[in-house]
């Protein structure tokens, strides 16, 4: 399918699952990585599952891009952090002294990448480039050692700097703890019109009258969110930064695209998402006053713990080169009230028209849904052109890819099998071979010896 109507379209890149995807239990306050810690993962088909559904994307019409997985185990980290010694030593020293640590150098938690960075296209920017922040992903140990690959990744991907800002991470405090895109709402009348930006935000210091999380930490402050505002030069009266609902954190409503989705003209939410919901309803509907779709879901409709359980608001929502949009969503959601909700929305009077069911289960069972999956970028054409084009999926690189992961992957995984000797020499030569097909280069430490 091609583009015939519109110059400027999204761009979803996708994080490819990792070889050492694993079950830890790594991230507190998100209730499917807690449940799940110790069982048996499936990294051949995480990853396989990943590339089903960026292919399902490239099938709709809809560009999709690649991000390559992380470099696991994390070595350098342990290094820097005091164990000395070859690599074998490294990694059985960390496993003995320093278990948690020892499992957070092997998560795969970067195949993620809404939390990647947090994008303002060139329509809203004062520059009229597109700007990158990378998450600095400062609430958990586990995610904050991605940053500093995370943002070589953006600088070697959108290189071009007559038409790409990518800007340092927030500094690395808890005032600015940033969880990237997972927590920003562009709407517009059309990917290349102005948009308006909705920031979610879980704290603030300076707030002494909103209720605080009691049992799960909010990871998004306002000053982070202020902060990316001003780097990415939006227009001040095109901002609401927007308060999530501390009851639902403390649920198990880690991110704000768990709780709600938007895209364009639609916002699709729960009624207790936000802790003054009447904000936003405000905002949008002044910002665009005859041409928006706000969609609340009742709690009667479905309830929080069946929102966790079944990601519906995890769901992708698309639009099509027809001018359309498609809903992606899990498996989860083929069934009970989320299945009847998702039809509703269809069959009624608002721009969806389809849902697309996809298996992500490997994914959702450490936490992370369609959409986390993936960081959406709005592009003009000379942008989508001046980006690496090698990370841009066509059926000749996603069977390439199928292959090579068939080829390196193992199909289970537990915590002890980290030890294993042979799973850093699998995870090295797979990487090599990877930055090989995607055209990357020397993009990992081991390829700089």
Known sequence: MAWTHMKTIEVNFDGLVGLTHHYAGLSDGNLASKSHAGEISNPREAALQGLEKMRLLMNLGVPQGVFPPHERPAIRILKNLGFTGNDAKILQDAYSIAPGIFKSIYSASGMWTANAATVASSQDSGDGKVHFTPANLNAFFHRAIEVKTTTQYLKKIFSDNRHFVIHDPLFAHPDFSDEGAANH????????????????????????????????????TLAASEAIARLHQLDPKK????????LVIDEGIFHNDVISVGNENVFLYHELAFEDPKLVTDFLTGAFPNEFYLIPIGNEQLTVPEAIKSYLFNSQMVTLPDGGMAIIAPLQCQAGRPYDILQHLVAGDYPMKSVHFVACHQSMDNGGGPACLRLRVVLTEAELKACHQAVILDNSLYHRLVTWVKKHYRDRLIIKDLLDPALLDENHKALDELTGILDLGSLYSFQQI
Request: with cysteine; proline share 2%.
């Open 185 to 220: 709402n562009r709407f517009c009348l059309n990917n290349g019109a102005k948009g308006a930006h909705v920031f979610v935000y879980g704290k603030n210091k300076n707030d002494l009258h909103s209720v605080l999380t009691q049992k799960n930490p909010a990871r998004q």
């Open 239 to 246: 901002i609401l930064f927007l308060k999530q609902n501390a």
